[in-house]
């Protein structure tokens, strides 16, 4: 069984609440009732047994009856990625939350084809990846960040302690991830670029060389965004986070 979202907020003195959306998915959907136990999480690394007490109108309130503490990852992986063109950045949302992916901060390269999000599908975003975390016991919810561009994050991240920047181009043939890892064996943070389906543009490459990131290759093939991002991400959770 998942365990299911609940607000930091409405989890206080061995009791919870659940409203909304959440609620209506629980009593209508999956038609708990007084008296089952459920499995509950906050988003901030806790996950609950619980027993519902009380069903309304629109809410329900329980019992904690135990909790523990789930660990997050030591190294966190970044997606800094294009944006796809409709459900398929929806898909790499489900994917990246499942294989634990720290976050996700949406780029806007030259060639980029989507340039902008609206609140409304941030939102939408935001429950695709709460919906992953609990299908996958994750501990918690990995963040969609508003789109930023690339020159104006580059030089920003650049340069921090302990973080690799990698970045996945068609045009290197030589280093591969695995490599890279072998020279970089502490690290706490990484970063991965995924750019748009039209390729980088060369001022990009140009200016991510210039503050030190790390081109590697995915292969021979050329993947779409999203496949690129899956790929690279498993490689590196699978080294560092398992």
Do not use: C
């Not at 989890?11 to 609440?17: A, G, H, P, Y």
């Not at 935001?126 to 609990?134: D, F």
């Amino acid at each position: 069984m998942p365990h299911f979202y609940v607000n930091p907020k409405d989890i206080k003195d061995k009791s919870f609440v659940i409203e909304n959306e959440q609620f209506h998915y629980l009593s209508a959907v999956r038609r708990f009732s007084v008296g089952d136990e459920i499995n509950i999480f906050d988003g901030l690394g806790n996950s609950y047994k619980a027993r519902i007490d009380n069903i309304g109108k629109k809410s329900m309130q329980g019992t904690i009856l135990s909790s523990k503490t789930l660990v997050l990852p030591e190294t966190k992986i970044s997606l800094y990625t294009a944006i796809p063109k409709g459900e398929r950045f929806d898909w790499l949302i489900e994917k990246t939350s499942e294989i634990g992916v720290s976050k996700i901060v949406p780029i806007i390269y030259v060639r980029s084809v989507v340039k902008e999000l609206s609140e409304n599908k941030l939102e939408r975003y935001k429950k695709i990846s709460i919906s992953a975390s609990s299908q996958s016991w994750r501990a918690d919810i990995m963040p969609i960040e508003k789109p930023v561009k690339f020159n104006e994050i580059a030089e920003k991240i650049s340069g921090k302690e302990n973080t690799l920047n990698v970045l996945p181009w068609e045009s290197e043939e030589e280093k591969n991830i695995l490599d890279l890892l072998k020279e970089n064996k502490d690290i706490k943070n990484i970063n991965i670029f995924i750019g748009p389906e039209g390729g980088f543009d060369k001022t990009e490459i140009d200016l991510a060389l210039q503050n030190g990131f790390k081109t590697v290759t995915l292969g021979k093939n050329i993947l779409r965004v999203e496949t690129a991002a899956i790929v690279a991400s498993s490689i590196l959770t699978s080294i560092y986070n398992l």
